[in-house]
């Protein structure tokens, strides 16, 4: 039984005081660190992790090693942009969960340990609820989704449809039965010969091709959920089939390939988020996770705003893909909501976003 005499302190909410709080996010490859003024961010500091570039994929290992290089300076430099002292913290909030277990360690001790040298309290914060809980951030040309909305949730670990009925609530409706969207972007993107991760590649090449060239088989799902292992599969022996009769395909039909299979991931994305809105009569719709960066997700989802009279929630793109600034505010708002974590808390690789710890 670990000692929970080092529990961290309770949280106090004093509404005349301004509250800071350190958010810390190490749950793939990204490191970063955010100083959050009540719900307005003073600095977000993300470094990234280059050594996986020459692997195709991120290697964990490479990940753990490079978080424990950068953590320091990552929350030296997010403090020191913010303009405070960590004594003026209030608590510190980190990623517990869901994400490479390594990674998640070195975040979440550090986070232990330094709540424990100024005695403030910890939130533990859970990485998918955090990119959706960024929509609840202050800054300029920010709009805060009114409860309940839905929120198509993509990013390369996860592909959900969630209704949030508060801060704190959330409810799966539908989710990926095998790969998530933002997996296919990167594996279709690492068959024609793309940089990790190849979503913004596809992104950037598709906005130069025709969308209609190619048409890929889209699977039939049962209800809210989405599946993309076919889609790969389909698109590898279309590229390889072409390959042979023609060994520049590739490069002669790059834009277009890029365009179509983009095309084919957003049908698939938008068909079921119109499902669910239909079904649960919501038109409060905002997107979340690395694949919102997405040019072409995000004009498709404004103009079925238009047509089926949606009102919109889109993350300006530094709020899109991994950072820390969602964790600080997921900490503030489990804060307001008097959730706070203690040193016996445990990284956790896996955690379903619907279960309440
Ligand atoms: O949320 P995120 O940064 O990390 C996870 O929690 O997984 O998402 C990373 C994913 C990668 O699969 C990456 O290729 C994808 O988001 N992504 C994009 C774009 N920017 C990032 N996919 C499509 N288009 C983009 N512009
Ligand atoms: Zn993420």
Not at 5 to 28: F, H, T, V, W
Request: hydrophobic share 40%.
């Amino acid at each position: 039984m670990p000692n929970l005499r080092y529990a961290s302190q309770p949280a106090q909410l004093n509404s005349s005081k301004d509250i800071y709080i350190l958010g810390i996010e190490s749950s793939c490859d990204d490191t970063s660190a955010a100083v959050i003024k009540n719900d307005k961010i003073l600095s977000n500091i993300i470094a990234g992790q280059d050594v996986h570039k020459f692997y195709g994929g991120v290697v964990p290992e490479l990940a753990s090693r490079a978080h424990q290089r950068q953590i320091v300076p990552v929350v030296d430099t997010a403090l020191k942009k913010a303009g405070i002292t960590p004594e003026q913290l209030r608590g510190i909030a980190y990623t517990q969960g869901p994400g490479l277990l390594g990674s998640l360690l070195v975040g979440s001790s550090f986070a232990k340990a330094m709540g424990m040298a100024l005695n403030i309290p910890l939130f533990p914060i859970h990485h998918m609820r955090a990119h959706v809980l960024a929509h609840f951030i202050a800054d300029e040309g920010m709009r805060k989704p009114p409860f309940p909305f839905l929120c198509l949730t993509v990013s390369g670990g996860h592909t959900q449809l969630l209704q949030v009925s508060d801060t704190q609530t959330f409810h799966i409706l539908g989710e990926t039965t095998d790969d998530a969207a933002g997996e296919a972007f990167d594996k279709a993107a690492r068959l024609l010969n793309l940089p990790y991760p190849g979503g913004p590649h596809i992104d950037r090449l598709a906005a130069k091709g025709n969308p209609h060239k190619f048409s890929f088989t889209k699977p039939k799902v049962p209800g809210l959920n989405f599946s993309f292992s076919g889609l790969k599969t389909g698109f590898r022996n279309f590229v390889m089939n072409s390959q042979q009769k023609n060994p520049d395909f590739i490069s002669e039909n790059l834009n277009d390939l890029c365009a179509s299979l983009q095309n084919t991931i957003l049908e698939m994305l938008m068909e079921q988020l119109k499902n669910a809105a239909k079904q649960t009569g919501i038109g409060h719709i905002a997107l979340a996770g690395g694949v919102s960066a997405n040019s072409g997700l995000r004009a498709m989802l404004e103009k079925e705003a238009v047509a089926s009279g949606w009102e919109t929630y889109i993350p300006p793109l530094s709020y899109c893909t991994d950072n820390g600034a969602m964790i600080a505010i997921a900490g503030y708002l489990a804060l307001i909501a008097g959730d706070t974590g203690t040193q016996a808390d445990a990284a956790r690789a896996r955690w379903n976003i619907s279960s309440t710890k």
